[in-house]
């Protein structure tokens, strides 16, 4: 790709959606059932990758949000049909991991920060973090493939040593300036 000499010709990304809406977990699966009133939902697509998060990593999210973070709370859908007359599939493009993390957390399926989720007392109110269902209404199959390799292709994962030795350098900043 390029060179460019003009910023008017570089290649644009995929449109990023034509719907959002905040959801926040207690609200999850009535959303999800309220996408699937069209012609269904499918949350496991033939592009999209297994479930590649184990255990930990769903807990590590799970308390991630739940502690107020504020990235990685975006999930991405198609439906061609979406404010069309045309209807279609409700398709999952990306957020398969966290998806399934929160589901597998409010059905029980592993603690966090030591409790099942019915084991907390209280729950989570509607002001606190949720997460942002993005409805696209892109038309042909390639064009949802290519939003797919738009939003995945350039991403490199820290690597566990990486993040090793940033924790190391947090105990020896302790009281030091920014």
């Known amino acids: 790709m390029?060179?460019?000499?003009?910023?008017?010709?570089?290649?644009?990304?995929?449109?990023?959606?034509?719907?959002?809406?905040?959801?926040?977990?207690?609200?999850?699966?009535?959303?999800?059932?309220?996408?699937?009133?069209?012609?269904?939902?499918?949350?496991?697509?033939?592009f999209q990758r297994g479930?590649?998060?184990?255990?930990?990593?769903?807990?590590?999210?799970?308390?991630?949000?739940?502690?107020?973070?504020?990235?990685?709370?975006?999930?991405?859908?198609?439906?061609?049909?979406w404010n069309r007359s045309t209807g279609g599939v409700t398709v999952l493009v990306d957020g398969k991991q966290r998806l399934d993390a929160v589901r597998s957390f409010m059905t029980d399926g592993f603690p966090a920060f030591g409790t099942l989720?019915?084991?907390?007392?209280?729950?989570?109110?509607?002001?606190?973090?949720?997460?942002?269902?993005?409805?696209?209404?892109?038309?042909t199959r390639a064009e949802v493939l290519q939003w797919y390799v738009d939003l995945n292709a350039g991403g490199t994962p820290h690597a566990p040593e990486e993040i090793e030795r940033v924790r190391g350098l947090i105990s020896g900043a302790t009281g030091e300036r920014a």
Do not use: K
């Open 117 to 139: 989720y019915s084991g907390y007392r209280d729950r989570l109110s509607m002001t606190g973090p949720s997460f942002r269902f993005v409805v696209n209404n892109l038309a």
């Open 2 to 46: 390029g060179p460019f000499t003009s910023f008017e010709d570089i290649p644009q990304f995929t449109r990023p959606g034509c719907y959002a809406a905040d959801v926040p977990w207690g609200f999850v699966e009535q959303t999800l059932l309220g996408l699937d009133q069209g012609d269904g939902l499918d949350l496991d697509p033939d």
């Open 51 to 81: 479930h590649v998060w184990d255990l930990n990593q769903r807990r590590r999210y799970v308390e991630f949000v739940l502690r107020g973070g504020s990235t990685g709370r975006e999930v991405l859908f198609n439906n061609a049909g």
